[in-house]
């Protein structure tokens, strides 16, 4: 085994951890909605269907009505996959364990269960990929064995045993497999670049290179639907931000990705779904005006397409982005 030592496994398995965090974040939002919605099409008396209070990004609030929705509701496995994602958004990743695991004990054949119980095992861990959460993610693959997560964390298992040239191999296979524009992509392409130089393995003839996203009018899916919708990516990815990173580390990447996915649209501006996004990104970080002024960019690039201009307003409403 070639041991480069705890600081540097440490590091492989923090490349990991932030290679969904954007998506994570926008999830938080559209957990919110989602209760939102239901207690708004519920026939509960209005004390108990209110919305909780503050704004979409108000995280406490959701996870409270959620946490309440799960007691009175406890065998709704997607209810306790939804809390799991709350928890684990804000770093209770003990709880997010302790709801993954019901999530999937309910319904033992969703892969994305497994494999999400599997992240935050490690997580909450003492490091590294332990045996429950590889038992986890091996589940997973069994039942999907196309799911990116847990074939990320299976490399990650491989590397940190000494296998290096199998994680390699692992975490290459899974970049040949990923749909243009993943936003997990440059974070894989990093770790498998630092793996390989340190343990002077040449991969450069194998990294396959990038998928063109294709340019097309996206389907009119409603705008609220849109709106709350989960984010696409890896079956129900959402890798967390790494160990040994601080707080301004984290946001100073959480704000670089939301920028990249502003420039995309700003290149490529008729895309009514990406300007959806990005507002509910925008509101998910506390910036109400950068949700107004991704709303009026989004507009003006379907002013010949006044549908597309109502299904955007449509989705502002949804998200609660201010009118001025």
Do not use: C
């Amino acid at each position: 085994m070639n041991d480069r030592g705890p600081g540097n496994r440490i590091l492989t398995l923090s490349a990991g951890r932030v290679i969904l965090i954007l998506a994570a974040l926008i999830a938080v939002a559209a957990v919110a909605l989602s209760i939102l919605k239901s207690r708004k099409n519920s026939s509960a008396p209005a004390a108990e269907s209110a919305a909780p209070a503050g704004p979409v990004g108000d995280v406490a609030s959701m996870i409270a009505a959620l946490e309440k929705k799960m007691a009175a509701a406890p065998g709704d496995a997607e209810g306790w996959n939804m809390l799991g994602w709350s928890y684990y958004n804000v770093g209770r990743y003990a709880d997010a364990v302790k709801a993954y695991r019901k999530a999937a004990d309910i319904d033992p054949k969703n892969a994305g269960y497994w494999s999400a119980l599997g992240e935050v095992i490690v997580l909450s861990g003492p490091g590294g990929v332990t045996p429950d959460a590889s038992l986890a993610f091996g589940k997973a693959l069994a039942l999907d064995p196309t799911d990116y997560r847990a074939r990320y964390f299976t490399g990650v298992k491989q590397d940190q045993d000494g296998d290096h040239k199998g994680a390699l191999d692992r975490w290459i296979a899974l970049l040949k497999d990923a749909p243009a524009g993943a936003p997990w992509e440059d974070a894989v392409r990093t770790l498998v670049d630092r793996v390989a130089n340190q343990n002077h393995i040449d991969v450069a003839a194998r990294i396959p290179p990038r998928k063109d996203i294709p340019v097309a009018e996206p389907a009119r899916t409603s705008g609220d639907a849109v709106a709350t919708a989960a984010i696409p990516g890896p079956t129900a990815s959402d890798m967390q931000a790494a160990t040994g990173m601080t707080p301004g580390e984290q946001s100073a990447m959480v704000q670089a990705m939301v920028g990249k996915l502003a420039a995309r649209l700003d290149a490529n501006p008729r895309d009514g779904d990406g300007w959806i996004r990005l507002m509910r990104a925008r509101m998910v970080l506390n910036d109400p005006a950068g949700a107004r002024a991704a709303l009026t960019k989004g507009k003006a690039a379907f002013a010949d397409d006044k549908s597309e201009q109502g299904r955007l307003d449509e989705a502002a409403r949804a998200l609660g982005v201010p009118a001025r």
